[in-house]
């Protein structure tokens, strides 16, 4: 039995969030040693805040060429003269900061250069300024240190499923397909638990879930975290979504978690878990099973952060 559990795009990248540490320590605790926690939230910083991506997003960008299509109109729009300071920006300083994005990221992650107030300043407007290329680069997408926001609402489930198959928009597409799929992949789980806290998340989230189905449709995929207690009953209502997940876990995930394990090993059936959201397979109809008060924390394992990278934190 393989348990993967995943963090997605977009949270905070200062520090692990402590749902997965904390459903990885109680699954171990019973018995399930096979589980892997992704924390694919700091994996895409990291990448899109590379040398190499970057250079891609610059490529792709083609700032020199969007400026002389622009200087070229007798005048220019409000959005057009925004569009034409962002790309004047990334025309003058997008090299600079491809050479020296590594070193920015490796002051943040220093214990003794990210308590220089010079050093960590300059630190900061480089990761800054690497974001708002790789934002040009999909915009009107926004992928910032604190947000992810799209011209898709969030608050409306049909805007969110049509974002994620936003190929030029969606930046987490071509990440996910590059990256996360190859690591789900070679771990092959039989379980997929995902934790959606942010509203920054809800459509990264749908993204991979997407992926991960067209690659291994027998995988079961389900949703957790504080996010889903607001917005879980409305989103089931959409009949798309059960093309991509399989169920949705309400409250603290610890033992809905574990019987979903017991369910995917036939041990018991998915009426049986309380706390869940599913879709009933022979009657098609969506199903809120019991809801019962959770486990008293003193009863929970300390979080456990093995196979997180610790290291890669800002």
Not at 4 to 25: E, I, N, W
Not at 113 to 129: C, I, S
Not at 151 to 163: D, F, G, N, P
Not at 211 to 221: A, G, N, T
Request: one cysteine or more.
């Amino acid at each position: 039995m393989k348990v993967a559990l995943v963090f997605p795009p977009q949270g905070h990248f200062t520090q692990p969030y402590l749902s997965l540490p904390s459903l990885t320590a109680y699954l171990r605790m019973h018995g399930y040693d096979e589980v892997t926690q992704l924390d694919e939230n700091i994996a895409a910083y990291d990448h899109f805040l590379s040398k190499a991506r970057i250079e891609r997003a610059l490529g792709r960008i083609r700032a020199p060429a969007r400026l002389a299509e622009l200087e070229g109109k007798d005048g220019l729009v409000f959005s057009e003269m925004e569009r034409y300071q962002t790309l004047s920006e990334i025309a003058l300083i997008g090299d600079d900061v491809a050479g020296s994005i590594e070193e920015a990221k490796r002051v943040l992650r220093s214990k003794e250069d990210f308590y220089d107030y010079e050093k960590y300043l300059w630190a900061g407007r480089t990761v800054e300024q690497g974001l708002r290329i790789v934002s040009e680069e999909h915009a009107p997408t926004r992928l910032t240190a604190h947000g992810f926001v799209m011209r898709y609402r969030v608050e409306r489930s049909k805007e969110i499923l049509a974002a994620i198959d936003d190929e030029r928009e969606n930046p987490f597409l071509e990440f996910f397909r590059e990256h996360t799929l190859p690591r789900l992949k070679a771990l092959d789980p039989d379980l997929v638990g995902i934790s959606v806290t942010f509203p920054s998340q809800a459509i990264p989230t749908l993204t991979l879930c997407k992926l991960i189905k067209q690659w291994k449709p027998s995988v079961h995929i389900t949703l957790g975290g504080g996010l889903m207690a607001y917005v879980a009953d409305k989103l089931s209502k959409r009949p798309e979504l059960w093309s991509v997940i399989d169920s949705i876990v309400l409250l603290e995930g610890e033992r809905p978690l574990l019987n979903l394990c017991e369910v995917v090993e036939g041990k018991r059936t998915l009426s049986s878990v309380a706390n869940l959201i599913y879709r009933d397979s022979a009657s098609g109809q969506v199903v809120k099973t019991t809801q019962i008060d959770p486990l008293d924390i003193k009863t929970l394992p300390t979080p456990d952060f093995d196979g997180l990278p610790l290291t890669k934190y800002f």
